[in-house]
């Protein structure tokens, strides 16, 4: 804390910025503390609960144990664990779980989509799946680890799926390989991903991706943030005209009673709402399946008889499909999928800063967890599996649970690894109906919503310049990917969504012989798709070229309160040498 924000709170009597009346409520505060905490007599609301106050457990800070302060000296009062904190190994292991709950829809959605699209014999699925976990696990472990060690789960990128598509469709329809198509576009895809990954890895470690924070406002990161959790507000998990509308609200009515009604109540509530609301969900559609009131191949059926058909042990293994292939033009493609999935981690890294009850992160953190994602992605290459990148899904479980804990995510990440080579649970999660993800998309998306649009308390909002770039991003941002899904649906049989992009991109008046090279058209057609890359570049563009003063911006408020490059250290200052060390203390 700086001696600035030290003597204010002094001043104060001892309490915290977070809990005066004239800073309003702290970071994550529900409505109904931030009226509290800010009474017009001035008065502070102990936020303690009667448990804590009888055994003493209550932080001199006024937060509750386990929490961590914002550099500003305010505590999310929604934290229940810290990033530094370990809960005992059982209680670790459920919540570890529940937060790859949270996202094994979207880490299953991506290899199926990509075995359907491949045509990978039937018998391979379960060890393609397997592998996803296992990436998954072990890249999670290397982020928490010695990336940026915030506790977020690392999965398969949505961002990199259209040009993943995009590659296959390239080489099976020019197989010139002899092999089988799906094993063909497979190693192809490899190859790709491994050389943009490596583009990746030169933009972390190099520094490049955290030299441009400065120009990053609240401005910016609120639409980007929010447009992470509006994209799949149309997910057909969701939206589907023949969704299972019982089934979906009961999964989200769970999650929303454990979580925001009884979590005071049972503290089991209060840490494992999405857990128990997912499982009592899918035990009840598996009852009505059972029951025959839920048909066989009805949006809420259960299969259970796929689970115990697949194979009890897969061994996912590097090169498993062979050696991979590159090239250029395939790769040249890939890299805008890259490129999207730089932008939303940076977006992913601030929203679960500020749910941790953290600072902006560095510069210096930015730069390490970008090139370690890199890393994973060119190990995902290697293994397989379509790429690496920080899930938001998870991001979402921090706002509900409030476990925040680094040591949570890598022991979920433990659990994922092993079970990455058991057949049953890739079957398994294979067969959770899609109204309960769809219920459990709504929750964990409608958070990040609400977190980005919540880094608008640092700016002016009664400024026109702020009103209109938060506007136009956000607008642009859910617009454009909708135009691009449009053009996917009219692209003729037999033609994808990217190539019949390209084609129309030709036609262009003057300028079309550029736009429709390869190059441009698959790059403009994949960051086109992705709504957070959209809305962050508009916001960015605007943001910086429109005349606005640095407290305008909010930037003077979030430089306040932003960590420094000394507060985060890196794998080589925990792990290196002892002159290292005393060079980095100095």
């Known amino acids: 804390m700086s001696e600035e924000h030290s003597d204010t709170a002094e001043s104060n009597g001892g309490v915290s910025d977070a809990a005066r009346p004239d800073d309003g409520a702290a970071d994550g505060a529900r409505p109904d503390d931030a009226a509290d905490a800010a009474r017009s007599d001035g008065a502070v609301v102990d936020e303690t609960r009667p448990d804590e106050a009888a055994t003493g457990d209550a932080r001199p ?86 990336g940026n060690r915030y506790p977020i789960v690392q999965g398969a990128p949505f961002s990199m799926l259209a040009p993943a598509l995009a590659v296959i469709g390239v080489v099976q329809a020019t197989n010139p390989t002899g092999m089988a198509d799906w094993r063909a576009a497979l190693l192809s895809l490899q190859g790709a991903i491994i050389v943009a990954a490596l583009f990746e890895v030169a933009v972390g470690y190099l520094g490049l991706i955290g030299r441009i924070r400065r120009y990053l406002s609240p401005v910016v990161i609120a639409p980007t943030i929010a447009l992470i959790g509006l994209s799949l507000f149309s997910t057909g998990q969701v939206t589907s005209a023949t969704q299972n509308w019982p089934l979906l609200l009961l999964t989200l009515v769970l999650i929303t009673l454990f979580s925001q009604y009884l979590d005071t109540r049972v503290r089991a509530f209060k840490l494992f709402p999405v857990l128990l609301g997912v499982v009592t969900a899918y035990a009840v559609a598996a009852v009505l399946s059972a029951l025959g009131v839920y048909a066989a191949g009805t949006a809420g059926y259960v299969d259970m008889g796929t689970i115990f058909e697949a194979p009890a042990v897969v061994v996912p293994t590097p090169l498993q499909w062979g050696v991979p292939r590159v090239e250029a033009s395939l790769v040249v493609g890939m890299l805008a999928g890259v490129g999207a999935s730089i932008v939303e981690s940076f977006g992913d890294y601030h929203a679960v800063a500020r749910l941790s009850g953290l600072g902006a992160p560095s510069e210096r953190r930015i730069n390490h967890g970008i090139g370690m994602e890199g890393l994973m992605n060119v190990f995902a290459g290697v293994m397989g599996a379509g790429g690496s990148t920080s899930y938001s899904e998870n991001i979402g479980a921090i706002g509900l649970t409030g476990v925040a804990s680094r040591y949570v995510v890598q022991i979920g990440a433990v659990a994922m690894l092993g079970v990455g080579f058991v ?78 992009f390209r084609q129309n991109m030709r036609n262009v008046a003057v300028l079309g012989p550029v736009l429709g090279t390869k190059v441009v058209a698959d790059t403009v057609y994949v960051i086109g798709g992705t709504g957070m890359a959209v809305g962050g ?18 930037l003077e408020a979030w430089d306040a309160i932003s960590e420094d490059d000394t507060d985060f250290e890196s794998a080589f200052d925990r792990f290196g040498s002892d002159d290292a060390r005393a060079v980095r203390s100095d």
Not at 537 to 554: S, Y
Request: no cysteine; hydrophobic share 45%.
């Open 423 to 500: 057949g049953y649970f890739g079957a398994f999660i294979r067969s959770i109906p899609d109204p309960v993800i769809g219920g459990l998309y709504v929750a964990m998306f409608g958070q990040i919503v609400a977190v980005g649009l919540s880094n608008l308390k640092y700016v002016d909002l009664d400024s026109s310049r702020n009103i209109y770039v938060i506007g136009v991003a956000l607008f642009v941002g859910l617009a454009i990917p909708a135009y691009m899904a449009n053009v996917a649906s009219a692209a003729p049989e037999g033609v994808g969504g990217a190539a019949f």
């Open 61 to 146: 800070d006024g937060g509750r144990p386990g929490q961590e302060p914002s550099e500003d000296g305010s505590v999310a009062s929604f934290v229940e664990y810290g990033i530094e904190d370990r809960p005992p190994l059982g209680e670790s292991i459920l919540l570890g779980v529940q937060h790859y709950l949270t996202m094994v829809g979207a880490n299953v959605a991506v290899p199926l989509i990509l075995a359907g699209t491949l045509g990978m014999p039937a018998n391979l699925w379960p060890r393609f799946i397997g592998t996803f976990f296992v990436v998954s696990g072990l890249a999670t472990l290397a982020q928490t680890t010695f």
């Open 537 to 554: 570049l508009v916001a960015f563009l605007l943001d910086n070229t429109i005349p606005g003063t640095r407290k305008e911006r909010g």
